[in-house]
């Protein structure tokens, strides 16, 4: 987009403010629609140039018959006569323009259409940009939050894969619930490998302008973060309609459920996101795919607050449920405490994954921007640790297996020794 309207200090500003965020942060700033709107403008300015240069021919020398229609970089100036003139207000948009109802004036005259009048630049008022120890100290900040998170989703995956590993290699260990574990630990691994993968393809090179940017790679990578994020969301309610279960259904064999499970967990995020491809091709193919403030936004959003919804009900019966378990005097003391250590972990992390999300749906997405950031970036990277430690670190039944096994590997190795020093000896 070119500034033909306003001084070269002022243009470079400008674009410094509509392209910078998007350079450190693994998520669309609201300031990229600035640049998409005015792409839009252009398009449908120059279709309307075209339209006009087909019935009439090639334009003739400046002024005779009139001003042809006219893109200036921010607005569309329609065809004129000569010696009439034309206004337009300044484009409404948000953190670029502080008035929107200021008129700009233009003059068709026989050598051509006049400057606008007042400039733009003076009539609608840029926003305040900030200095630039300001804009050093937001960069020092986003590389900041992008050391924390990598350090959050590493300590995330490492912990993942040693969970996944005990579950796998202890046979005692194999059983319904922990196989909803690892499913749960699986998409946690994946959405921790989107964003990498996100970070790579979209923010490895400064010098791309990531509110144009639409290349294939740039959209599949956006598409596997939303299915992971979806399928992270959709495993703990799982984990939660599992929970509930074992709760209604004492004497109910648990396996004929687990393929439910994984349709649920798996299948219900990737139709989702099928589905929400297959728009964003037919209805809204710009950019990364990666702009939250798009209405097809809401075919990921919606799913994932319902998924959040159910789990808060879940949250709320499974309370009730164990209230009512343990107050029993039907039930014995062991029993009381096999509910404890089935609910303690599910019931913790249902609360923890939802309340954010749900306080900041609430709000529009250019709200909170650093808040938001924080707590999906910063505090979201290390909720894969937490989860490995509450089902698996922290469980009694797997530290018992570990313990068993490892004392049967000490004993195995005092014999071999043993054996070694008696065969040296009879030699």
């Known amino acids: 987009m070119g500034c033909p309207w306003q001084p070269p200090r002022t243009c470079t500003l400008l674009l410094l403010l509509l392209t910078f965020p998007m350079l450190q942060v693994p998520a669309t700033h609201p300031d990229c629609s600035a640049v998409l709107y005015f792409q839009e403008q252009e398009a449908e300015c120059l279709e309307i140039i075209r339209s006009e240069r087909q019935r009439s021919g090639p334009p ?23 010696g009439q003139s034309q ?5 409404d948009i ?19 259409w006049s400057f606008p009048s007042p400039p733009y630049y003076n009539a609608c008022e840029l926003e305040d940009i900030g200095s630039s120890n300001d804009t050093e100290a937001k960069k020092g900040y986003f590389v900041t939050m992008k050391v924390l998170y990598t350090c959050g989703y590493s300590t995330s995956l490492a912990a993942l894969f040693l969970a996944i590993g005990i579950f796998s290699c202890f046979r005692k260990l194999h059983c319904t619930r922990n196989s909803i574990h690892i499913h749960f630990f699986t998409s946690f691994i994946l959405r921790g490998a989107a964003v990498f993968i996100k970070d ?6 400064e010098s791309l302008d990531h509110c144009t940017m639409s290349t294939v790679n740039c959209k599949a990578a956006i598409a596997f973060f939303q299915y992971s994020v979806l399928a992270n969301f959709y495993w703990l309610l799982v984990e939660g309609m599992y929970l509930q279960t074992l709760l209604l259904l004492t004497f109910t064999s648990d396996k004929r459920y687990i393929w439910w499970y994984i349709l649920i967990g798996w299948g219900v995020p990737m139709l989702t ?11 809204d193919n ?11 936004w809401w075919v990921i959003k919606a799913p994932i607050l319902l998924a959040i919804f159910v789990n808060f009900l879940i949250f709320l019966n499974v309370t009730r449920m164990l209230a009512q378990k343990i107050w029993s005097p039907d039930i014995s003391k062991n029993y009381k405490q096999q509910y404890m250590r ?3 972990s599910t019931l913790l992390l249902i609360p923890l994954f939802g309340v954010h999300y749900v306080v900041f749906a609430l709000f529009p997405e250019h709200i909170g921007v650093d808040a938001r950031l924080y707590f999906e970036l910063v505090l979201g990277s ?9 089902y698996c670190f922290l469980n009694g039944e797997v530290q018992a297996e570990i313990k068993r096994n490892w004392g049967k590997w000490q004993s195995s190795m005092e014999s071999n020794v043993f054996n070694l020093v008696t065969q040296d000896f009879t030699a």
């Open 94 to 112: 948000l953190h670029v323009f502080k008035k929107s109802k200021a008129l700009i004036w233009r003059n068709c005259t026989e050598s051509g």
């Open 382 to 390: 290390y909720q894969g640790f937490l989860v490995a430690l509450l």
């Open 286 to 296: 710009h950019g990364c795919w990666d702009d939250y403030t798009s209405l097809y």
């Open 60 to 82: 003739g020398p400046p002024g005779q018959g009139g001003c042809l229609t006219e893109w200036d970089g921010v607005s569309c100036w329609s065809a004129l006569p000569v």
């Open 273 to 283: 996101v099928c589905t929400w491809v297959v728009t964003r091709l037919q209805y």
């Open 87 to 91: 206004a337009v207000t300044c484009p």
């Open 342 to 344: 089935l609910t303690k």
């Open 200 to 205: 790579a393809v979209l923010f490895s090179d």
